[in-house]
């Protein structure tokens, strides 16, 4: 479907430039740059594709490869500029886990993998790209401290198996889950909303 | 059988409240805790299940996943109580370890490899969940700095294939394995046993 | 093919004993340095293994484990005279990459991966036992920072690609790629050569 591999190719531009930013931040060579891109793009599809022992979707079509390079480029040739992007990159990054939850829970759904373990394999693909970014930086990954971004991959894989229930057809299904997970990402960085974080009560009495 | 599955259950509940506690101490949000907790307690077999090829178990046995949910809320809602369970946890943690290490030990036998590679596929799926869990929370695993942990794992492996060659039954070797594991594990908490740390002696002379 | 095996003993004892000193600055136990050493000997492979879905090398091949074992115990005992192995060590770690960057290549070829992938698959073997000892070590993976080391690796793999087309013949092919990493890698070394950092130029006004 050429219309989703057009988003799959945006998603992949703002996961690249994330990780570009991400390593620029910790100084980086330019082979280090170019890594930590890559994995951002690819890293959640390459865990999913391994659980589900699937072919790695980068290994055997060149235009990840390509794209990555392309916007590592892009990415520090205009790093000055990048700033004025920075609402065009959110946005395609909320297109992009969108994307990616609804591909990854299809591929699981094919394999007969229950619902709630296809919901996980759709915030993995979408996810973990990110977390790799921020485990090679040294970082505790992002998306665990403080954002509403698995959290919305999970909203739109309960969408998705809710309208399957009450009959509605697949391909209907995908795009109003895609969209949920972008609404709630969208909503919850317009108002700053966050998940509550839990800290221990008495850090001194342990 | 039954009884290995209660096990493994309490095994998983272990290692899900150990990677909340360590998720919390990182002031990680619902979602953060959630992920480390079922990272903890699924990732040592998983990565025993990619290593030796064979379906990864908690993508298709939902009692993983509802274990490590209600784990983790419980955990949540009584996270200023947890002291007080504090031995039941270290216990349950040491049968975890004991249980997994077995088990893994003898999926790599049922694949025909050689007996120190199954010692560490046993070890790799006992203890390779607290691992990530420290890599995700940014800590240098805590296994690898002062405690006899995998070590545990090691002894009971090379006690099972001890007793193999002496020519004891299968089942009752996976037993006394375990145990060993268990004992080795209880005593180096007790006598506050640790391996030698080894110091690079001149480092002002590198 | 003897020869080949005896230069992967090589390269196996260099990345081991890398890994040995890095565990030791951080001050690990005996197991957690030989853990270190282990992974920084097999990550590599061990990654490529599975991104190519081939059985994986050290599984299968008891050598790999007595080698690791070996070494760490050798760089444990003599850790204050290492420094006069410094450079055996350094043109051990070159020759492995050189060898393993060829090695990774021609599997992912014999898969029929395109040329660009397969450079990918050869530098991931070569590199990422590296990567994984300084995430297990928490720290930035050297190679992102300042080293020319993959970008041997690439441009080794460049070279076997460009021979390849000229109708060089592929034996010859990969002694002369495997060539090029070292002579790089060597003459990086030698020359305190380093890939541009880019730095971001107004981190102020993001």
Redesign the interface.
């Known amino acids: 479907m050429d219309f989703q591999l057009y988003l799959d190719i945006l998603g992949t531009i703002a996961f690249a430039i994330s990780g570009v930013?991400t390593?620029?931040?910790?100084?980086?060579?330019?082979?280090?740059?170019f890594?930590?891109a890559f994995i951002t793009a690819v890293g959640g599809g390459?865990l999913r594709d391994?659980?589900?022992?699937a072919?790695?979707a980068?290994?055997?079509n060149?235009t990840y490869?390509y794209v990555i390079i392309g916007s590592t480029l892009f990415a520090?040739i205009f790093?000055?500029k990048l700033?004025y992007f920075r609402r065009s990159l959110f946005l395609f990054d909320t297109i992009g886990i969108g994307l990616y939850t609804v591909i990854g829970m299809q591929k699981a759904i094919l394999l007969e993998?229950?619902a709630?373990?296809s919901i996980?394999?759709g915030t993995i693909s979408a996810c973990f790209g990110g977390?790799l970014r921020d485990?090679?930086?040294?970082?505790?990954?992002v998306?665990?401290?403080?954002e509403i971004y698995?959290?919305a991959c999970i909203a739109g894989g309960i969408v998705y198996f809710a309208l399957n229930y009450l009959g509605v057809l697949v391909n209907f299904n995908a795009v109003i889950a895609g969209s949920v997970v972008i609404v709630v990402r969208l909503l919850a960085v317009i108002f700053k909303l966050?998940?509550?974080?839990?800290?221990?009560?008495?850090?001194a009495?342990?």
């Open positions: 930013l390593a620029m931040k910790k100084r980086m060579d330019a082979f280090g740059i890594i930590i390459t391994i659980l589900i022992k072919p790695i980068w290994m055997h060149l490869l520090a790093r000055a700033i993998l229950p709630p373990i996980a394999v977390v485990i090679l930086c040294n970082e505790i990954p998306i665990f401290r403080k698995a959290t966050q998940l509550p974080s839990i800290y221990q009560v008495d850090e009495g342990r």
